[in-house]
Each structure stands twice: as structure tokens, then as C-alpha cells.
């Protein structure tokens, strides 16, 4: 079975193609992005009305790329799929619009998928099924723990009462003066910093929830900046990496902390890792070390699967149409989409 999918559920435009059959791993066919960062980089963020209008021109020549790399014509696809939501209202409606259109053209099944169940899937790609675990979604608009028992059965565990991890990474670099994004930039400028040079706070590690708060940190890095330079409140050159090191130790911490303590209470002795954030290579070693300590198994998405993509899409879809899923063409985008109740 051959399902292509699309994402667009902010700037990137994205096209997949998965094959696969039940029980066995998927076998990813294509995958085509286009990147719209430098296009918003001179904004310091996403202009919603530029990327929809640049989805639009990248969409179907990426849709031709795919079928190209994948030796298919659009008759040979059995089923279409597209990012429904959670994201920009905009962008969602020009990929959502397109798969059903292709979906209705060949008179085949169209599946709406969430956002963060592609990412939520991602690390399984190029498994034989996706055992029980606790998932750690972890991007710039999502900080969130769930407990899976299979694919379709989530229980939300914690989820960030203010910033995601992610956006408290863009912000805090926006502070420091560094390029958007920011998250990579502070992730560079930490490698030749000490993680301990600056005491920030780690939040809501003695509560007794597992939902997540960045908003404190955040703010104490500001004070910082202010205390250290009272006349503009801009990083000494000198402080840059320490700043960036510290401020990047306190998140680590927090997200580890939370996810091993998910991990006990629902007695799960896997834990996934993805979204971009997880890209983060000091977050990827700091888990690999804590889970072989508690003797946990660590799975993470790969590289390539772990920013807004197609492929963790079509894979979500390929599972949810194996289970006999399928949804009407006049079905609406929800850019406030949640994963679970």
C-alpha cells in the first residue's frame, strides 16, 4: 500500500511517499522539503500570509519531485493524506486542500492527520509496529509527555503551562541578539560555554505533575543580561557561551527529569524522543546517559524526521489507514487540533 502526504502546518512545505504493510517496517519512497527560514529570517519569525502564499508555489512541483524520486505515477497511489491541524490556519488549508483535491481526482481514501501524531510516531518509521512507551514531544510550539499503548491510544501526561521548549530556546536567543531561529544558534554558541557558569532556575522539578514551565527561566535570563550590562541589557561577548550553555543545561535538566519520572509512574521501559528540539545533540547525549543509567531503552526520530516534515505524516496516515480510517472530503482543518482529549 502507497500513501503520499503532505505538510504544511507552518513554513515548511512537505511531500511524502511511505510504502508499507501490517506488521512490517514502512519503506519511505521519497521525501521533499522546501525550507522557508531565510525567506522569514528578516521578520525574526513566520509571516502567516508569506509562508501560505509560498506553500502554494512550492507545493506541486515538490508533489511531481515526489512521484519522480519514487518511480510512481498518481494512479498508483492508494491513499492521500495531509496535516489537518494543530498550526496556521493558512498554511493548513493550502496542503489539506491539495490532498483531498488529488484524493478526489483518483478516487481515492483521504486521511487528515495531526501534527503532533506525526512527530509522536516518527522514531517508529522504520520499526516492524510501535511498542507501549513514554513519548517526549519536544519543538517549538509543543512541550508534551504521553504515555502510548499503541498507535491512536494516547494519554497525555504533561504538557507546558506557558513556552514550549523550543520557543523559550527562539526567545531567549532573540534576547542574546542571535539569528532567527534561535534554538540552533544558542545550541552553537553552548558548545564553548559551561554549564554551570550561570545558576538559572529549574521549574516544577519538586511538583508533583509532570507538566513543564519555561516561562521562570526565561525571565531570569533577561535579569541576567540586565544585572550584567545595566545600560542595554545586551550579552558581554564574553558571557555569550555561558549564557547559552546554562540557560541550555536548565532545560535539559527539566525535560529529562519530568520524562524518567513519566517513564517510572507509568511503568514503561521505553521512552521516544522527537521533535525539533530533539535535534539538540547536548539533549540527545544527556538522555542516551540517563536512560542507560535507569536502564531504559531510548528511541529517537531520525535527523531528518525530526523538524516539520512529510514523512512522519505519511507514516501516521499509512497506520491510521491500515486500521481502516478514513476521512470525508469536506472534513475542516483545526489549527488548535489536540492530540488527545
Known amino acids: 500500500m502507497r500513501l503520499l502526504a503532505i505538510e504544511s502546518s507552518c513554513d515548511e512545505t512537505a511531500v ?15 521525501s521533499k522539503v522546501a525550507s522557508q527560514i531565510e525567506l522569514h529570517r528578516v521578520y525574526g519569525g ?4 508569506l509562508a501560505s502564499r509560498n506553500h502554494s508555489l512550492h507545493l506541486r512541483p515538490l508533489v511531481e519531485q515526489a512521484l519522480a524520486d519514487a518511480h510512481l505515477s498518481l ?4 491513499a492521500f493524506a495531509a496535516t489537518s491541524g494543530p498550526g496556521l490556519a493558512s498554511s493548513l488549508l493550502i496542503g489539506a486542500t491539495a490532498a483531498k483535491a488529488l484524493a478526489a481526482t483518483t478516487r481515492k481514501p483521504f486521511l487528515a492527520i495531526n501534527h503532533l501524531e506525526g512527530h509522536l510516531l516518527s ?13 517526549l514531544i519536544v519543538s517549538g510550539g509543543h512541550t508534551l509527555l504521553l504515555d502510548v499503548e499503541k498507535p491512536g491510544s494516547y494519554r497525555k501526561l504533561g504538557t507546558t503551562r506557558d513556552d514550549a521548549a523550543g520557543e523559550a530556546f527562539d526567545k531567549v536567543g532573540k534576547m542574546l541578539g542571535l539569528p532567527y531561529p534561535g534554538g540552533p544558534e544558542v545550541e552553537k554558541a553552548a558548545v564553548q560555554g ?22 521562570g527561566l526565561k525571565t531570569a535570563v533577561l535579569y541576567t543580561l540586565t544585572d550584567r550590562n545595566p545600560v542595554d541589557g545586551t ?3 564574553d558571557d555569550l557561551p555561558d549564557l547559552c550553555a546554562s540557560f541550555q543545561q536548565a532545560v535539559i535538566d527539566v525535560l529529562i527529569h519530568k520524562t524518567l519520572r513519566a517513564a517510572t509512574t507509568s511503568n514503561r521501559r521505553t521512552i521516544a524522543l522527537s521533535g525539533g528540539v530533539s535535534l539538540n545533540r547536548s539533549l540527545r547525549t544527556a538522555f542516551a546517559r540517563a536512560t542507560d543509567d535507569a536502564g531504559i531503552e531510548l528511541t529517537t526520530a531520525d535527523p531528518a524526521l525530526c523538524t516539520d516534515n512529510a514523512a ?3 507514516f501516521a496516515g499509512l497506520l491510521r489507514h491500515q486500521n481502516g480510517e478514513c476521512w470525508p472530503l469536506d472534513s475542516d482543518i483545526d489549527p488548535a487540533m489536540p492530540l488527545v482529549p
Open 16 to 30: 511524502a511517499i511511505i510504502e508499507g504493510a501490517p506488521g512490517a517496517p514502512a519503506t519511505l519512497l521519497a
Open 46 to 49: 513566520v509571516v502567516p500570509e
Open 75 to 78: 494512479r498508483e497511489i492508494d
Open 123 to 135: 522514531p517508529f518509521i522504520d520499526r516492524s509496529g510501535v511498542p507501549p512507551h513514554v513519548a
Open 194 to 215: 559551561r554549564p554551570d557558569a550561570f545558576d538559572f532556575p529549574r521549574s516544577m522539578m519538586k511538583d508533583r505533575s509532570l507538566d513543564f514551565s519555561f516561562s
Open 235 to 237: 550579552p558581554k561577548e
Open 312 to 314: 512522519m505524516i505519511a
